[in-house]
């Protein structure tokens, strides 16, 4: 059974530092893993999305890589902003369209301004 | 970014009632999702849908849950006697057949 972790489970960090967040799964034989973004009482937002034959994607200010065969994908987000504070979710597919999610427990990412 | 909507956003039920939350997906997206996120756990997958019929579904989609398409547009899930551990955000997703799935905002369900 895919179990997927994060670590930290929080971060508090002050404005302008890069974020780290961390993800891990034990089976390798993903499909894909996306990031998502929640914040408190609301819905989530794809972020990024690595297919498993990718190693990173960017968007703006965010860069997700992924390692397939350690089981490990970490997103980074550059000089943080305090609009970035949310919770930070990881999910991965082990199959095409039509498959289940399969989540993490998120980051929760504070930013000092 | 593609918009699902989900109805109502706040269901307040009394334990054993029967609940319908709704979900209007992308019109066309073929795949169509319902999972759950009990306050401070992760989000959990509790079915998907394709075709007019279940595709998979986890332990949790007991018989007490139900999924239906009724009108081509609407998604719905229904839960027949809830209980308090049914209390939970509940999350409608569509994919159109690609890979990424677009969540709607969910709806707050509190069983009294």
């Known amino acids: 059974k895919q179990e997927v972790t994060q670590i930290p489970a929080a971060l508090s960090v002050p404005e302008g530092e890069n974020l780290v967040l961390n993800c891990s799964f034990t089976?390798?034989?993903?499909?894909?893993l996306q990031w998502f973004r929640q914040d408190p009482g609301k819905g989530l937002t794809s972020l990024l999305l690595?297919?498993?034959?990718?190693r990173e994607q960017t968007s703006g200010r965010l860069n997700a890589s992924l390692d397939k065969s350690s089981g490990r994908s970490t997103l980074y987000i550059a000089a943080s902003q305090p609009g970035d504070s949310a919770t930070y979710l990881c999910?991965?597919?082990?199959?095409?369209?039509?498959?289940?999610?399969?989540f993490g427990g998120g980051t929760r990412v504070l930013v000092k301004p | 970014e593609p918009e699902v909507t989900q109805t109502p956003s706040h269901q307040v039920t009394q334990m054993g009632q029967e609940v319908i939350l709704r979900c209007v997906p992308i019109?066309?997206?073929?795949?169509f999702y319902w999972y759950r996120q009990i306050l401070g756990q992760k989000v959990e997958f509790l079915v998907s849908?394709?075709?007019?019929?279940?595709?998979?579904k986890s332990e949790i989609f007991d018989d007490q849950f139900s999924v239906e398409r009724p009108d081509g547009s609407n998604f719905t899930l229904k839960i027949r006697s809830t209980k308090l551990e049914d209390s939970a955000m509940y999350f409608c997703?569509?994919?159109?057949?690609?890979?990424?799935?677009?969540f709607g905002p969910g709806t707050r369900l509190t069983v009294l």
């Open positions: 849908f394709y075709n007019n019929e279940i595709s998979e």
């Open positions: 997703a569509a994919d159109p057949g690609g890979d990424t799935q677009y």
């Open positions: 999910a991965v597919t082990i199959k095409a369209a039509g498959n289940k999610l399969t």
């Open positions: 089976d390798s034989a993903i499909y894909n």
């Open positions: 690595i297919q498993s034959s990718q």
């Open positions: 019109s066309n997206h073929l795949y």
